[in-house]
């Protein structure tokens, strides 16, 4: 039998390095925008959470920063989240997503929300997003891509798919579909033009 050698932690205790960085702390040159694009599912993991702080970090640093919601990601700028009423929270962190995006906007950050997503997909009015999101054109989405590039703009574009395998049909057997034991694979993309 294995045995583990050493103290057990306690909590303040540390159990890694982290004060050691390797890069230094860029910050913004003057004017430098930034286009960060969420086609990410909501509230089912921690993907679109993660990326709003980065948002919020990468204002911090001086950018002039945009989050462009579409596809499930528009779910993100839904202000009729809560239980039993709008803005409750029956948990703690279920409204963790609109603290974050409300801390982004009051930093200075802008929010754009696909109208198409939110209310064909999900019946979302323009009038049911937080107070601070402008709805766009899901044209407008391509046209925030070749804005930034030209530009020149710091761009993350964060996309979560849902995989699903397909049983072969050896022996005469249906093909079938299974859920990977893994729900979402977060496939992200930076791009400095």
């Given at each position: 039998?294995?045995?583990?050698?050493?103290?057990?932690?306690?909590?303040?205790?540390?159990?890694?390095?982290?004060?050691?960085?390797?890069?230094p702390?860029?910050?913004?040159?003057?004017?430098?925008?930034?286009?960060?694009?969420?086609?990410?599912?909501?509230?089912?993991?921690?993907?679109?959470?993660?990326?709003?702080?980065?948002?919020?970090?990468?204002?911090?640093?001086?950018?002039?920063?945009s989050?462009?919601?579409?596809?499930?990601?528009?779910?993100?700028?839904?202000?009729?989240?809560?239980?039993?009423?709008?803005?409750?929270e029956?948990?703690?962190?279920?409204?963790?997503?609109?603290?974050?995006?409300?801390?982004?906007?009051?930093?200075?950050?802008?929010?754009?929300?696909?109208?198409?997503?939110?209310?064909?997909?999900?019946?979302?009015?323009?009038?049911?997003?937080?107070?601070?999101v402008?709805?766009?054109?899901?044209?407008?989405?391509?046209?925030?891509?070749?804005?930034?590039?030209?530009?020149?703009?710091?761009?993350?574009?964060?996309?979560?798919?849902?995989?699903?395998?397909?049983?072969?049909?050896?022996?005469?057997?249906?093909?079938?579909?299974?859920?990977?034991?893994?729900?979402?694979?977060?496939?992200?993309?930076?791009?400095?033009?």
């Amino acid at each position: 039998m294995v045995q583990i050698v050493g103290e057990r932690v306690k909590p303040g205790d540390a159990i890694v390095d982290y004060e050691e960085k390797v890069l230094p702390d860029y910050k913004a040159e003057e004017g430098q925008t930034a286009y960060v694009f969420f086609h990410t599912v909501p509230f089912e993991g921690s993907v679109g959470l993660v990326n709003l702080l980065t948002c919020t970090r990468i204002n911090r640093k001086g950018f002039d920063t945009s989050i462009i919601l579409y596809g499930p990601g528009s779910l993100i700028a839904a202000a009729t989240r809560g239980y039993p009423r709008v803005g409750d929270e029956p948990f703690p962190g279920e409204q963790a997503y609109n603290k974050q995006l409300k801390t982004f906007m009051d930093e200075g950050g802008h929010v754009y929300a696909c109208r198409f997503s939110a209310a064909a997909l999900y019946g979302m009015r323009e009038v049911d997003m937080l107070e601070g999101v402008k709805a766009i054109n899901p044209l407008d989405v391509l046209d925030f891509t070749i804005q930034a590039y030209r530009e020149k703009a710091l761009v993350l574009s964060t996309w979560t798919v849902w995989l699903q395998t397909v049983a072969g049909a050896r022996n005469g057997r249906r093909l079938s579909r299974q859920k990977i034991d893994s729900p979402a694979v977060t496939r992200t993309s930076t791009t400095i033009a």
